[in-house]
């Protein structure tokens, strides 16, 4: 059973941040969250992954509540293949069993 | 590098005939993961590999299911006899221990239609 609940879709214009929320209120103290996305017909490609503290890569942003049951992931300037579903994971790191769950279907509009 | 290679990329067969779909993982990874999407299920692990061991299989769906490593760059997945409700994308992916994260590389996935 999925310990993350998301949004089940998502629209952004073009260009616009994209902010992709996650409930995790179950998350333990050991486990990272991490997000992945599938774009269509594709495998799921890592995003970013984090514990505590806001993480930020060459992809996106993740903001994570300073109580650790929530978080935020931000594509700062969205573009038409930014069109994917979203997956937000909480797991331990290194951990091999990733539950995906159903994701957020995130559109960029033009 | 190529990235994590599976075919074939698409296979039909009959129900009752045997499937065998193959992965090369990235080159140096030593897990190796199997899964299966289908749209009623979504992403579901079926087992995975600790360089070549199988450690969790639990996601196996049955008997009919079985995969191997015989060495680090190759695996197979076999479905004998498959069935309609095989009938799913399966996609193979491989990490390395000292990744960020741990995070896994996909391939692009076989789609298997069974008859």
């Known amino acids: 059973d999925a310990k993350t609940t998301q949004p089940t879709s998502m629209d952004c214009a073009e260009g616009r941040a994209a902010n992709l929320p996650c409930n995790h209120s179950?998350?333990?103290?050991?486990?990272?969250v991490y997000w992945y996305r599938q774009i269509h017909s594709q495998g799921p490609q890592y995003i970013i992954h984090?514990?505590?503290n806001n993480e930020t890569n060459e992809m996106a942003s993740l903001i994570i509540t300073e109580d650790r049951k929530s978080s935020t992931l931000i594509l700062p300037h969205a573009t038409l293949r930014d069109t994917a579903v979203y997956y937000c994971i909480d797991a331990q790191t290194g951990a091999n069993n990733l539950f995906f769950g159903t994701g957020t279907r995130l559109t960029v509009i033009p | 590098d190529a990235g994590v290679i599976q075919s074939p990329r698409h296979e039909v067969t009959e129900m009752g005939q045997e499937v065998t779909l193959r992965c090369k993982p990235i080159s140096g990874h030593d897990y190796l993961f199997w899964y299966r999407q289908t749209m009623m299920r979504g992403l579901e692990l079926l087992i995975y590999?600790?360089?070549?061991?199988?450690?969790?299989d639990s996601g196996m769906p049955e008997d009919r299911f079985s995969a191997k490593m015989p060495n680090a760059s190759f695996s197979t997945l076999k479905i004998q006899p498959s069935e309609p409700r095989d009938s799913a994308v399966y996609f193979c992916a491989s990490s390395l221990i000292e990744g960020r994260g741990r995070e896994q590389f996909f391939g692009p996935g076989t789609r298997l239609t069974v008859l």
């Open positions: 590999f600790n360089n070549n061991v199988p450690i969790d």
């Open positions: 179950t998350i333990s103290g050991n486990e990272y």
């Open positions: 984090g514990l505590k």
